[in-house]
């Protein structure tokens, strides 16, 4: 049976704006706290801007040079952005309704203000009127356009204020002139008088604009804001020197075409049609809106309130098992292999990892692989002290990391003024592996240790995000992550891997041979089940071979926060896939893939989602979970995940994501669940017995911590 019809697909793009929907459901979601319903909005309103900046940018970029192809659901790139202006401008109604019915009325009756500037008392607008006049002015710049002045460039992301002024007693038609927003200034302004009370900046500049046009009137003002392509293209098949490249894509894709621009709505048509022709833009990439524009501008709110705690997520500190702390890591993970579940579980050991490798007089080599680090990085700091300690340190900074790659040059140059060997990454890859390689000398000889995750060395994400880790001293797996160095630093091609697998093309083959073994086995009349846990799912091979899966009556579990091209329900082709989603206070974002293998229940770990470029166009990592008994924990966690009843959406046949039915469920929110009991869960698997067991051992694992609420 052929699985390639178009009917099977749904389109990627639409798909992501379903999940954006579904963060903004959280916004909308009365049992979140309140300040944290805020905070959900603005993530809608970043996420919006970067699908923008890229995926729809890619799709104009396809249309300009007359492309008529058509993606896996059978849509052309013309269809797709008819398709995404409709449902996005219906999005950007409800963060709207959002934001005015429901999240300020409600902020206000917790003493929590926005307000404009006719609502200042007399104390608040001598406050105001001096922080224009000693802040603002000084930095503001009207851009008047006429004959000799051409209309001004409008950067990327910036808040604009267009206007329409005249000379009283001129007849000619009134003029246009542009203010931007600065963003040296915040752009809210807590106020005095009141604990929690704020303006936004361009509501003061507004009130004080005829300052800036002295001899003119105002006629008429307006907020803007453009959203451009900002997608770098590095040809670093011909670049000689990557690094230089990138430096000048950057400041290259600043200037990218406007993609979208977003106005408020009562600006008159004749600003409107001033700025579509000026931005040359289709009316259908006009988005006006009935509230202050771009509400990212949320988050800085949120860091000003004082004195309402209650109305954010209880803080927590991430759990550092007590067996692990202060102690030699070496020695432990030479004696057992050592996961992590962050935000769960501390970032604080690879931290340590790294810094005892700095520091201890036997090791002789760190080699690591970085994507995204935070701007305080100790990562870099420790890695930096290696090399100044004499340690020979070799790290590969991924420059092509998408919005960090500013952040990355910066580091790859100062890692390479302490003598650091600094690898820029792969021709015409990138490279999204997260590994970490340290040679010691030891009596026995050299051992290799390793640190390998699904998730980046970021110190501030590992807060944020969830994600696994695993140190290993596997002698096997020790001489993978050296070939793996050697193949990124030089040009060796090793003819094999013990027990890694990388991409390109690797893992997609891997895993498509571990779902052929599942419809082998079920074909041999056993049981077949396969497990996944990813971000995206949009690869259509893969799809298509889950189908395949399906079809021959394999049960295929999939928790897919994201993207998802697949569909459900399908009579004969995917009747035995369920997929759930879970959108919540942690980004979900390890990948899990699990196989039940007759009995062995295989699982991996990976970087890698099943999206086309994680399997053919970047260098990624899959390892396999060998201990038993983190084996059986990260199958413990991802049926935590699959059972949670609260933040879970489930995928239905007409595409819709709906929650679960929760009558007669005990309510489970895995999230909180693995955080209320993330010590318990960190200290059993410590004390666990770490020898290898045999399969059937496994089949107890939903007894290895109930699932029961227990205050903290």
């Known amino acids: 049976m052929k699985f390639s019809e178009p009917k099977y697909f749904y389109n990627r793009e639409l798909s992501w704006l379903d999940f954006n929907d579904r963060v903004l459901e959280e916004a909308r979601t009365k049992e979140n706290p309140l300040l ?38 059978g849509l052309t790139p013309e269809v797709q952005l008819a398709k995404i202006s ?3 401008h219906d999005m950007v109604d409800k963060q709207y309704t959002t934001l005015l019915r429901s999240l300020l009325p409600q902020l206000a009756n917790e003493g929590i203000n926005l307000i404009r500037f006719t609502d200042l008392t007399t104390k608040q607008k001598d406050y105001v009127a001096d922080y224009f006049h000693q802040n603002l ?8 356009v006429d004959v000799s002045r051409p209309f001004p460039f409008i950067a990327n992301n910036t808040l604009n204020i267009a206007l329409r002024i005249y000379k009283p007693g ?61 997608d770098m293209d590095v040809a670093d098949e011909d670049t000689s020197d990557l690094l230089k490249e990138i430096e000048h894509e950057i400041k290259k894709r600043e200037r990218g075409k ?31 809106v009935k509230g202050p524009i771009d509400l990212t501008f949320v988050s800085k709110l949120i860091k000003q309130v004082t004195g309402k705690n209650e109305l954010l997520y209880p803080p927590f500190e991430p759990y550092y098992p007590t067996k692990l702390r202060h102690k030699n890591l070496f020695n432990e993970i030479a004696q057992h292999d050592i996961f992590v579940d962050h935000p769960y579980d501390s970032f604080q050991p690879i931290v340590d990892f790294i810094k005892q490798s700095a520091e201890d007089p036997n090791v002789l080599a760190i080699k690591m692989t970085l994507y995204r680090v935070s701007s305080q990085s100790p990562i870099i700091k420790y890695l930096k002290r290696a090399a100044e300690n004499g340690k ?15 952040n990355n040059v910066h580091w790859a140059q100062e890692l390479e003024k302490a003598g650091c060997h600094v690898i820029y990454g792969l021709v015409g890859l990138k490279t999204h592996c997260k590994l970490t390689l340290v040679v010691r000398k030891e009596e026995n000889g050299i051992r ?98 889950l189908y395949e899966a399906s079809a021959a009556g394999v049960k295929v579990h999939l928790v897919v926060r994201g993207i998802c091209n697949l569909k459900v329900g399908i009579p004969k082709v995917s009747e035995n896939i369920t997929v759930h989603s879970i959108v919540g206070r942690f980004l979900e974002h390890s990948r899990i893939y699990y196989f039940y293998a007759d009995g062995a229940e295989q699982v991996f770990l990976s970087s890698a989602d099943l999206m086309n470029r994680n399997l053919s166009r970047r260098v990624e990592l899959l390892f396999p979970i060998l201990q038993d008994n983190i084996r059986r924990q990260i199958i413990h966690i991802y049926d935590i995940l699959w059972r949670d009843n609260i933040k879970t959406r ?40 770490t020898t290898v067991k045999t399969p059937q051992d496994s089949k107890n694992r939903r007894q290895f911590i109930p699932i029961t609420r227990q205050p903290e």
């Not at 002015?137 to 008047?144: D, F, I």
């Not at 944020?464 to 060796?492: H, K, V, W």
């Not at 009558?663 to 010590?679: F, K, M, P």
Request: aromatic letters at 8%; charged letters at 30%; hydrophobic letters at 40%.
């Open 258 to 288: 406007a993609m979208r621009l977003e106005i408020e709505a009562d600006m008159s048509k004749h600003l409107r049609r001033r700025l579509v022709k000026e931005l040359d833009l289709a009316e259908a990439d006009i988005y006006p």
């Open 650 to 689: 489930v995928l239905q046949a007409d595409g819709t994501w709906t929650h679960v039915d929760r009558r007669g469920l005990e309510s489970l929110d895995a999230q909180d669940y693995l955080l209320v009991h993330r010590q318990a869960l960190a200290d059993k698997l410590c004390t666990a017995e």
């Open 36 to 73: 944290e319903r805020l905070r959900f909005l603005g993530i809608t309103q970043s996420n919006l801007d970067e699908f923008f900046n890229i995926r729809v940018a890619s799709l104009h970029k396809m249309l300009s040079v007359g492309y008529q192809g058509t993606d896996a659901s």
């Open 448 to 545: 290799r240790y390793m640190h390998m995750a699904t998730g980046n060395y970021n110190d501030v994400t590992a807060r944020l995000y969830t994600d696994m880790g695993l140190f290993t001293a596997n002698q096997e797996m020790g001489i993978d992550a050296s070939n793996i160095f050697n193949m990124l630093s030089g040009f060796s091609e090793p003819p094999f891997f013990h027990k890694m697998v990388i991409s390109p093309e690797g893992i997609r083959d891997f895993l498509m041979a571990r779902v052929d073994d599942e419809i082998a086995n079920v074909k041999a009349g056993k049981k077949g089940l396969i497990q996944i846990k990813v971000n995206s799912l949009s690869d259509t091979k893969m799809i298509k071979k």
């Open 170 to 230: 001129d007849k000619k038609d009134k003029s246009f002139a542009t203010v931007q927003v600065p963003d040296v200034f915040p752009r809210v302004i807590k106020l005095p008088g009141a604990e929690n009370t704020f303006i936004l900046q361009e509501e003061i500049i507004k009130h004080y604009m005829s300052e800036l046009f002295v001899g003119f009137d105002v006629k008429e003002m307006a907020c803007f804001r453009v959203i451009r392509d900002m």
């Open 392 to 406: 020979q340190v070799t790290v590969l900074v991924e420059l092509k990391a998408r919005f960090d790659e500013e």
């Open 137 to 144: 002015y000084p930095v503001l710049t009207s851009m008047a």
């Open 86 to 88: 409709e449902k996005t």
